[in-house]
C-alpha cells in the first residue's frame, strides 16, 4: 500500500477542503524551505483537512501535529484515530496505525516507538508546551529525523518566537493552521506567500459553511445580579422569536476570575426555578462538580445540559458544540483577535451545511466599540480576499530601507554635518555608541553567548523590531544588536502611522554576571540561560562610603501602611547625609539612588545612578562608549561587585527588600481601608461609605480542605462579620483574598468592581508572617530586624512618646451613657468626663498635665478633635486637639482600636500646620450644646467648657497656631482595655513580640513621622 492508493476525491469533502488539501500538496512538491499558510475560519471543516494531510503525509515518515491546549489533543487524537472518518464514512484504509502523544517525561519511549513503527503509518500529537518542555529538557534532538512532516495549528493564540524555533530545528516541511492570520503567525513562521490557502469568513457565510454574526450594542446594567436577569430574558425573548431553540447555548465573557465567580452566582440566582444550568471554569477555580465550577473546560462540553457557560479566556478554544450560539461580553475582550477568537465559537453550522441559518448573537455593553471591532475585522478580511488570498505582511526590511533612502546624502544635524547611513559599510560598527548602562543579571559562568545571542534575537523579533546589525567584540563575551522600531502613534485611534526609531541592545558576560542594556526596555528575564536580576544588597557597594563620595538622590518606599503615610518620597541635597533626615527611615526601602564616586584603576569620580528595584547602574549621561569601551566598562563594575566595598553608611537607615520566605503562612493582617474605604458601598447603605472595624486581626488556618483558602479572618464591614479566605499564589506573588461577602460591596463609579477585587488589585495591607522575621506591604516582603527590648532603639522611640495616667484604666464608657435633659458634665466614669476635669481649670486634679484657659469640646459635626485647648500664657504658649478613645476589658495592646484613634487624630493635622485652614463649622459653634440622641433620649452639654466664647476661641486658635513660639500637639487619650505601658514594655522584652504588637509599633511610628513632618508633637496617654 502506498500514498497513491489515498485518493482524496474518494472523500466526501467539501470542495473548499479538497482546494486546501490541493495546495498543501504542491507545497510538498515544491520543497520550499519556509511555511504554508491554510486558513479556514473556525467550523469550515479544518481539522478534517488535517486529518487528510497527516493520513497521507505519515506514509513517508510520522507526522507531528501541534496544538495549544490539552484539550484539542483530546479532541484531535480522537478525530484522527476514527471520528472524522467515521463521520463522512471514508474507507478504513485512511485511519493511521497508531496516534501517539507527546509526553515530556516520556520522550524516550516516544522515540523508540517511531523506531520501531517504520512500518506503520503514525501521528504524534502534542501541545506546544509539551515541545517547549522536551526542548527545555534537552530531548527535542531525540525526535529530529523521526518526523517527516509538522501540521501546527495555532489554536488562535498569538504564537511566541520560540515556538517557531523550536518546529524549524526539525528542517521539515511545516504547515500552518490558523483562523486568524494576523501578522505575527505570517512573520513568526516565515510563511512562503506562493504556498497560502485562503478562505475568507464572507465567503464562508454566503456558501453555507457557517454562521453569520450580528453584533448588538445595548445600554446593559454593571450590576452582575441585574446583568444576569437581563441576559436571562434576552435569551427567552430570542427562543420565543423562534431565532434559536431551548437548546442554543449562551457564552458569557468575563474579564476576572473575580468576575467570572459572581457572575456564575448571579446567573444560578436568575434561573432559580428553572432547569437551564450554569458553568464556570477559570484555571485558578478548585472544581466543584456539583457546583458546575471547573478549573478547566469539562470534556464532552458539547454533550453537557448547562445552557450558559461563564468564563475569562478558556473557552475562547475547545467548544465546537454547534448550540452554541450566542456571546454576551459583560466584560469585553481588550483587543480585537480575541474578540474574533470568540466568536469563532459560535458560528459552527448545525447542518446540513449550505443552507443558510439564523446569525450568531452578540451582545456587548453600548460604547464598548465591539461593532467597530468586529466591522474592523471584516474589513480585513475582505481586503485580503481583495489581495489574491494573501494576508498582508509588513515588510520591516522594505520599510528601513526606504527609509534610509529618503534621507539626504549629507546633512547638518545636532551641529554638525553628517552622511546618511550605510547598513551594509564596515564603518557602521565603529560609529554606533552606547551609554555606560545596564541591568544587572546572574549567569552561569559558562554561558554560551553564542546561543544567547539567537535568543536575543528572537525576543527582538517577538518584540516587533527588525534586525539591521549585529555585531561582537573581539573575545565574544559582547555582543549588540541594532534594530528598526515601528511604533504606532499614540495620536490615531484607527488609522496606521508607525513612528520608527533605530533601537540598540548590547550586553556584556563578566564571570558570573551580564550586563544587559536595551534602549526600548527589552525583558530578557525568562531567556534561557539568564538567571536572577542581582539583589539590591550586593547593588549597594557601586555607591561605597568614602570621604570625597556623596548621596545626593534618594527614592524610597515606604512599607508603613498607617493612617496618611506617604507611599513614596523622593529627597535630594548636596549631601543627604548630612541632610534629609525623616522619622521611620527604617520602615522605608530605598528603591533608588544617586551620587558622586570614585570609580574605575584611575578613581574618576562620576555621578552614578542604581535602581535597586531592577537591578539597574548607570554612570554618567548620553552614549559615549564603543561596544568595546561598553565591554571594559562592564568589567570594571563587575570589579566592584566581586570587592563588595562597604556601602554608604546612608543605606543602614532604611529597610531593605527580603526575598519570598520559606513560609508565607499569614498570622496577621492589617488592612489600610483609607485607600478603597470611600470608594465603596454595600446595599445596605447605598451611596454611602462603608464602615470599617477591626482592621487589624488574627489569621487562623482553614483546615476544611473544600475552602477556597488555607487561611480565613473575619472582616467587619457594615456592622456585618465577613469571612475572608487568603493564601500566598507563588503564579501572582502575591496574597490573593476571597470573600463573598465582600464581594457584594460594589464601587460607587463602577458596580462590576468589587471591594475584594479591588483588595486584590491593590494588595493594601500589611501581614506578619508565621515566622515573624518578615512583613508583607504592598506586593513586597521586607525583614523583620527590629529590637524592640533595646531602650536606645525603636522599641525606645515608642515608649518615650507614652504617659501612664491612673484612673484610665477604670474608665467604663467613651462619653457616658446618655441621660436626656441638659447637663453640665458628662457622665462619671466617661472618657469624656476624665478629660474635662482634667483639663478644665479648677474642676478636677490635673492627671493630664497643666489644665486650658480655654477649652471647647469639638465632637461631632466636622470634628477636627474630640477636644480642643488653646493656652495664650506666655509661659506656656500652645494649643492641642485631645482625641479620645475607649475600649471595653482590661489593658493590653490593641492595634485594631489605636488605628482607629491614629486615624482620627493624624487627619486633622492639616488644621494643626502653621498656615492650616481654619477650623470648620460656625463661627459660634463652640457657643452652642454638644448633642447625643439614642433610644427617644437626647442629651445636650455646653461645648465650652472653659474660657472665652466661640469667636474669640477661634481667633486665638488661629493666631497661637501661626507664632513659631507655640507648641502645637496632638493628644492621644486611650482608655479601658487599649492600652497599658506595663503590658506594652513586657511585650516589647520579648524576643518575638506578638503579631498585633508589631503592628502597634509601627502605627505608632507613622503617625509620629507623619506629626513631625508638620511641626506637631504627639502624645499618648494610657493606662499605667
Not at 945 to 959: D, I, L, N, P
Request: aromatic fraction near 8%; charge should be negative; proline fraction near 5%.
Amino acid at each position: 500500500m502506498s500514498i497513491d492508493d489515498l485518493i482524496v476525491a474518494d472523500l466526501a469533502l467539501w470542495p473548499h477542503q479538497c482546494d486546501a488539501i490541493r495546495r498543501a500538496e504542491i507545497y510538498f512538491e515544491s520543497e520550499s524551505p519556509r511555511g504554508c499558510l491554510i486558513q479556514m475560519p473556525t467550523g469550515t471543516g479544518k481539522t478534517g483537512v488535517m486529518a487528510v494531510i497527516a493520513g497521507r503525509r505519515s506514509f513517508e515518515r510520522p507526522v507531528l501535529v501541534v496544538c495549544p491546549s490539552s484539550a484539542l489533543v483530546e479532541q484531535l487524537i480522537g478525530q484522527f484515530q476514527q471520528r472524522f472518518w467515521d463521520k463522512i464514512g471514508a474507507d478504513a484504509v485512511w485511519k493511521p496505525h497508531r496516534v501517539l502523544r507527546v509526553l515530556p517525561s516520556e520522550i524516550e519511549e516516544l522515540a523508540q516507538a517511531l523506531k520501531t513503527s517504520a512500518d506503520q503509518r503514525v501521528i504524534i500529537v502534542a501541545t506546544i508546551q509539551a515541545i517547549q518542555q522536551t526542548e527545555a529538557d534537552g530531548n527535542i534532538e531525540k525526535l529530529h529525523g523521526l518526523v517527516g512532516t509538522i501540521l501546527f495549528d495555532e489554536g488562535h493564540r498569538e504564537p511566541a518566537p520560540s515556538w517557531a524555533n523550536v518546529v524549524r530545528g526539525f528542517g521539515v516541511p511545516t504547515v500552518l493552521f490558523s483562523a486568524t492570520p494576523f501578522r505575527g503567525d505570517m512573520k513568526i513562521f516565515d510563511v512562503d506567500d506562493a504556498h497560502i490557502h485562503f478562505l475568507s469568513f464572507e465567503e464562508a457565510v454566503e456558501g453555507g459553511l457557517i454562521r453569520g454574526v450580528e453584533i448588538v450594542e445595548a445600554v446593559l446594567p454593571l450590576d452582575p445580579g441585574e446583568f444576569a436577569v437581563e441576559l436571562v430574558a434576552r435569551v427567552d425573548a430570542l427562543v420565543a422569536d423562534g431565532r434559536f431553540s431551548a437548546s442554543n447555548k449562551v457564552i458569557v465573557r468575563c474579564a476576572s476570575e473575580e468576575s467570572v465567580t459572581e457572575m456564575h452566582q448571579a446567573i444560578k440566582t436568575a434561573l432559580v426555578g428553572r432547569p437551564d444550568g450554569v458553568l464556570a471554569v477559570h484555571n485558578n477555580f478548585r472544581t466543584n462538580v456539583l457546583d458546575g465550577i471547573f478549573d478547566s473546560v469539562p470534556k464532552g462540553l458539547d454533550e453537557r445540559v448547562e445552557r450558559f457557560l461563564v468564563h475569562q479566556y478558556m473557552l475562547i478554544e475547545g467548544i465546537d458544540d454547534s448550540n452554541c450560539t450566542i456571546l454576551a461580553l459583560y466584560e469585553p475582550f481588550s483587543n480585537t483577535r480575541m474578540l474574533v477568537q470568540q466568536v469563532g465559537r459560535l458560528i459552527r453550522h448545525p447542518g446540513p451545511i449550505g443552507e443558510q441559518v439564523p446569525r450568531a448573537y452578540v451582545l456587548s455593553p453600548l460604547g464598548s466599540e465591539v461593532g467597530d471591532d468586529w466591522r474592523s475585522f471584516l474589513k480585513y478580511d475582505t481586503a485580503c480576499r481583495d489581495n489574491g488570498g494573501k494576508p498582508f505582511i509588513r515588510n520591516d526590511g522594505k520599510v528601513l530601507e526606504d527609509l534610509v533612502k529618503a534621507l539626504p546624502e549629507l546633512d547638518y544635524v545636532a551641529g554638525k554635518f553628517r552622511s546618511r547611513i550605510d547598513l551594509d559599510s564596515a564603518d557602521i560598527h565603529n560609529d554606533l555608541r552606547f551609554p555606560s548602562a545596564a541591568v544587572a543579571f546572574s549567569v552561569p559562568p559558562d554561558l554560551d553567548m553564542d546561543e544567547l545571542q539567537k535568543h536575543i534575537t528572537s525576543e527582538l523579533a517577538a518584540d516587533d523590531r527588525h534586525q539591521a546589525i549585529v555585531g561582537t567584540t573581539p573575545d565574544g563575551d559582547c555582543r549588540y544588536h541594532l534594530t528598526l522600531r515601528l511604533t504606532p502613534s499614540p495620536f490615531l485611534s484607527g488609522y496606521l502611522f508607525h513612528a520608527p526609531s533605530l533601537e540598540a541592545t548590547i550586553y556584556a558576560k563578566c564571570a558570573g554576571r551580564l550586563f544587559f542594556y536595551d534602549s526600548a526596555g527589552l525583558w530578557i528575564n525568562e531567556v534561557d540561560g539568564i538567571g536572577p536580576r542581582i539583589n539590591s544588597k550586593s547593588l549597594r557597594p557601586l555607591l561605597p562610603e568614602g570621604s570625597e563620595n556623596t548621596i545626593s538622590f534618594l527614592n524610597v518606599k515606604n512599607t508603613d501602611l498607617g493612617p496618611l503615610s506617604l507611599r513614596s518620597r523622593s529627597l535630594s541635597a548636596r549631601s543627604l547625609e548630612r541632610s534629609g533626615v525623616f522619622m521611620g527611615e527604617h520602615l522605608n526601602v530605598v528603591t533608588r539612588a544617586t551620587g558622586s564616586v570614585a570609580a574605575g584603576p584611575d578613581a574618576t569620580r562620576k555621578r552614578r545612578a542604581v535602581g535597586f528595584s531592577r537591578s539597574r547602574v548607570r554612570d554618567g549621561k548620553g552614549t559615549d562608549l564603543t561596544a568595546e569601551e561598553f565591554a571594559d566598562w562592564c568589567a570594571e563594575v563587575n570589579k566592584e561587585l566581586d570587592a563588595a566595598a562597604e556601602a554608604a553608611t546612608i543605606f543602614s537607615r532604611f529597610a531593605a527588600p527580603a526575598d519570598v520566605p520559606a513560609d508565607t503562612s499569614p498570622i496577621n493582617i492589617l488592612i489600610d481601608m483609607l485607600e478603597v474605604g470611600g470608594l465603596f458601598t454595600s446595599s445596605s447603605r447605598r451611596n454611602s461609605e462603608i464602615q470599617t472595624e477591626d482592621l487589624c486581626v488574627d489569621v487562623d488556618q482553614d483546615t476544611n480542605p473544600k475552602a477556597p483558602g488555607r487561611f480565613r479572618f473575619i472582616l467587619r464591614v457594615d456592622d456585618t462579620d465577613h469571612l475572608v479566605w487568603i493564601d500566598w499564589v507563588p503564579k501572582k506573588r502575591k496574597y490573593w483574598l476571597t470573600s463573598p461577602g465582600l464581594s457584594k460591596i460594589k464601587s460607587k463609579e463602577n458596580e462590576r468592581i468589587s471591594l475584594t477585587r479591588r483588595l486584590n488589585q491593590l494588595q493594601p495591607f500589611r501581614i506578619i508572617t508565621a515566622d515573624l522575621k518578615h512583613t508583607y506591604v504592598n506586593g513586597d516582603f521586607y525583614a523583620l530586624d527590629l529590637d524592640l527590648a533595646n531602650a536606645r532603639g525603636a522599641g525606645g522611640l515608642v515608649l518615650d512618646l507614652l504617659t501612664p495616667v491612673v484612673g484610665l484604666d477604670a474608665i467604663d464608657s467613651e462619653k457616658g451613657e446618655i441621660r436626656n435633659g441638659h447637663f453640665d458634665d458628662w457622665k462619671g466614669g466617661s472618657l469624656f468626663s476624665f478629660i474635662d476635669r482634667s483639663l478644665n481649670p479648677g474642676r478636677g486634679p490635673a492627671v493630664l498635665g497643666e489644665p486650658f484657659p480655654d477649652l471647647v469640646c469639638d465632637d461631632l459635626q466636622d470634628e477636627v478633635g474630640d477636644f480642643i485647648g488653646v493656652d495664650e500664657r506666655p509661659t506656656s504658649p500652645r494649643v492641642a486637639l485631645i482625641v479620645a478613645k475607649w475600649k471595653q476589658g482590661n489593658p493590653g495592646v490593641s492595634a485594631s482600636a489605636f488605628y482607629d484613634v491614629c486615624a482620627q487624630g493624624v487627619k486633622n493635622l492639616a488644621y494643626m500646620k502653621s498656615d492650616g485652614n481654619p477650623l470648620p463649622g460656625s463661627q459660634t459653634r463652640f457657643d452652642g450644646k454638644w448633642r447625643l440622641s439614642a433610644k427617644d433620649l437626647t442629651q445636650t452639654i455646653n461645648r465650652r467648657r472653659h474660657g472665652r466664647s466661640s469667636k474669640v476661641f477661634r481667633t486665638a486658635f488661629q493666631r497661637m497656631r501661626t507664632a513659631p513660639s507655640t507648641e502645637r500637639s496632638i493628644w492621644l487619650v486611650c482608655s479601658g482595655g487599649m492600652l497599658s505601658l506595663k503590658k506594652l514594655k513586657t511585650e516589647f522584652a520579648k524576643p518575638h513580640p506578638e503579631p498585633h504588637v508589631l503592628q502597634f509599633y509601627h502605627l505608632v511610628v507613622s503617625t509620629y513621622s507623619a506629626c513631625q513632618s508638620v511641626g506637631v508633637q504627639l502624645r499618648i496617654f494610657c493606662a499605667e
